[in-house]
């Protein structure tokens, strides 16, 4: 599946680090969207293991109503044994998280946010063993986002 959904987020510093799929199915919530993740990881065979509602912690320590912002850590246990075994400080930067953050400037579009496997890829110090792995279960999360991000799950 091509990348062909994905932007990077911004040409410079963090968010050239960061990919970011539009939903384009304007009819789905930020509740539409997180189920759907959950859903669809199930279905490409990566656990869900964490998930983060933000917004909620926000309203409440400020007792004001704020966009839709959540955070899903998935998880590929196999594989996070074996980056682990090869070098620890991978653990850390598994290519495994998804943000849905709702337009400031648009209520109600929402985009998915992943980190770029180039954070680690391009990575001098990574060895072509630990980019094999992580090249291996990047297709996984792309189906994940696209399909999510496009309403096809």
């Known amino acids: 599946m091509a990348l062909s959904s994905a932007v990077q987020a911004g040409g410079q510093g963090f968010s050239s680090l960061v990919l970011k799929f539009p939903v384009t199915d304007k009819e789905m919530s930020g509740n539409d969207i997180d189920e759907a993740i ?8 990566i656990n869900h293991v964490f998930f983060a ?22 998880c590929d246990a196999a594989l996070a044994k074996k980056l682990a075994d090869l070098n620890d400080d991978l653990v850390v930067m598994m290519p495994c998280r998804i943000a849905v953050v709702e337009s400031l400037e648009n209520p109600g579009n929402f985009s998915i946010y992943s980190t770029s496997p180039g954070v680690i ?33």
């Open 38 to 45: 959950r859903s669809k990881s199930i279905e490409v065979g």
């Open 53 to 74: 509602p933000l917004y909620k912690q926000v309203e409440a320590i400020t007792g004001e109503k704020y966009r839709h912002m959540t955070i899903h850590h998935l």
């Open 121 to 153: 890829l391009e990575d001098p110090s990574i060895s072509k063993e630990q980019k094999k792995l992580i090249l291996e279960f990047m297709p996984k999360m792309r189906e994940l986002t696209e399909a999510v991000a496009s309403g096809d799950f």
